[in-house]
């Protein structure tokens, strides 16, 4: 699960738009309870002497950012450094002029507080507060005004801006450096109040001499689920275990692709546990791995092996291997498959990892043993043609229903299309599991097709797909769903033969309940 998002917990429009009479502003005007916010920048609904006037509405919106934090602290989501955050908000259609050709500044909010409120009206302003609950473009709250003015307080040195060209997009900016400075230690120097964000209008589109006009976003309260302002946490959560597809060593591919990667995975009473401390070993430190040679079980002496990966020098006989996360560990090497570098003869069809804390003498407690597994290994061969790479795939393990509270990992059985045995394979060969090594999803609903989780094969990879030696797999959790409704999972696989994604044409259908 690599995706996790975090709706709003307040929102508000707040504005110093005439009212219908064109000449008493709206200051005092509560707009927390709509299901939509808007920002404008008005000009000329009235003049004066000292010229036309100017009309503004900004947005306040406020997130969940302790439950951010708790989940880090429970490592639900990963370390700074390792996760992105993005600000998505959705355009609502209206029936006035459209804002086309702006930009929007999200400013932390610098209040200690400021209020929701339950006002409705967008159109008249009749939603006064009289300083009751609810901000405005006046006061923060029923307790306080804005401390540096009307309009709210912000931080003016620090914002983060998207931008719009038509006017009708949705807002899917990252901000980052914002959630982090938020989830900072109160009393730091990078440390911004939790407060919120304001989203506005650049200073100088809100100064033009003419008008921007009306942009709108459903707000937390809207009725469509899937249109409510979220911040979501984006993250790569792969695990690229290559046991299922181990390849020898081979002059045909550079030495980066020769190296193979392979995990332990620490498994105690149902639960991924970190292997304790020893003389040899940290706990989130270095483990040993060595690889046999044999028929059912390692034989004979370590395997040499070539410098690469995890082994430092050639003819080494051990692969230095590290922690991944809680209980999962990792080691990269390259392999021969022949008992010395120097042996002519055919590579070996099956080996032996062991994982031990060090090179001790056994007998002596000088090493643990901790786990062996067992690998078979492949030759990478050229080919005479251009290969198509098409393939069919089935999800072994779909359900047809779902519950929300549940998270469910689903399992790939993916084969080439022209695998086309004969009457004798057919009856005593079972398909190869093939992996795919860049392969993403996304989600939809099957009412209407919308994509609820769309593909993320950009830079932060929250939708690609684990693998390890039973083939491809990924992890959703249902709370990203509505209830009620069917859903859809559709694959992609890049082909890297016409570099480029491939979306195949299946599609796995479930349904998410309460």
Excluded: C
């Excluded at 990252?174 to 982090?180: D, W």
């Amino acid at each position: 699960m690599a995706i996790k998002r975090y709706v709003a917990n307040a929102d508000n429009s707040i504005t110093n738009a005439f009212k219908s009479d064109l000449s008493t502003r709206g200051t005092g005007s509560n707009m927390g309870a709509a299901d939509s916010l808007e920002v404008f920048s008005l000009r000329g609904q009235t003049s004066s002497s000292s010229g036309q006037s100017g009309e503004l509405s900004r947005m306040l919106i406020k997130f969940p950012v302790n439950t951010i934090s708790a989940d880090r602290t429970a490592a639900t989501i990963p370390a700074s450094g390792s996760v992105k955050f993005y600000l998505k908000m959705y355009n609502a259609e209206h029936p006035f002029t459209l804002a086309r050709n702006f930009q929007l500044n999200v400013y932390p909010v610098s209040a200690s507080t400021w209020q929701e409120g339950f006002g409705l009206d967008m159109e008249e302003y009749k939603d006064i507060t009289y300083d009751g609950s609810g901000s405005n473009w006046d006061r923060a709250s029923s307790e306080a005004a804005w401390v540096t003015g009307s309009g709210g307080d912000y931080v003016t040195s620090f914002f983060l801006t998207a931008s719009f060209t038509n006017g009708w997009e949705d807002m899917d900016i990252e901000i980052t450096p914002l959630v982090e400075r938020w989830m900072q230690t109160s009393g730091t120097a990078l440390h911004f109040a939790n407060s919120g964000a304001l989203i506005k209008l650049t200073d100088v589109q809100e100064s033009a001499s003419f008008s921007y006009y009306t942009k709108k976003f459903f707000a937390r309260s809207t009725e469509f689920f899937f249109k409510r302002p979220v911040i979501e946490a984006r993250w790569d959560s792969r695990t690229k275990d290559q046991r299922g597809s181990i390849y020898y060593s081979s002059s045909l591919a550079p030495a980066a692709d020769n190296l193979n990667t392979i995990y332990l995975y620490n498994y105690i009473r149902g639960k991924l546990t970190n292997i304790p401390n020893s003389s040899s070993v940290a706990t989130t430190g270095s483990i040993m791995v060595s690889l046999y040679s044999g028929s059912s079980s390692p034989t004979g002496s370590k395997l040499l092996l070539p410098a690469g990966g995890g082994v430092v020098a050639t003819n080494d006989v051990n692969i230095t291997g590290g922690y991944v996360s809680t209980g999962i560990y990792s080691a990269s090497f390259a392999v021969t498959g022949a008992t010395s570098l120097v042996s002519s003869s055919a590579p070996l069809t099956r080996i032996f990892d062991v994982w031990h804390n060090g090179t001790g003498i056994l007998s002596l407690g000088g090493k643990t043993e901790y786990y062996t597994g067992s690998i078979s290994p492949k030759s990478l061969s050229a080919y005479n043609n251009a290969p198509t790479f098409e393939h069919v795939t089935a999800i072994t393990n779909l359900k047809s229903q779902y519950f929300r509270n549940e998270v469910a990992r689903f399992r790939l059985f993916v084969r080439e299309k022209n695998w086309n045995p004969n009457i004798y394979t057919v009856t005593t060969t079972t398909p190869v599991n093939e992996t795919i090594v860049s392969a993403s999803y996304k989600i939809i609903r099957l009412a209407d097709e919308l994509a609820v989780v769309p593909y993320g094969t950009g830079s932060s990879y929250e939708t690609y797909l684990s693998h390890d030696v039973s083939g491809n797999y990924f992890d959703l959790s249902m709370k990203l769903l509505e209830s009620d409704y069917a859903y859809g999972v559709k694959l992609s696989y890049y082909n890297p033969s016409i570099a480029t994604w491939v979306e195949q044409p299946e599609i796995f259908k479930f349904r998410v309940e309460q």
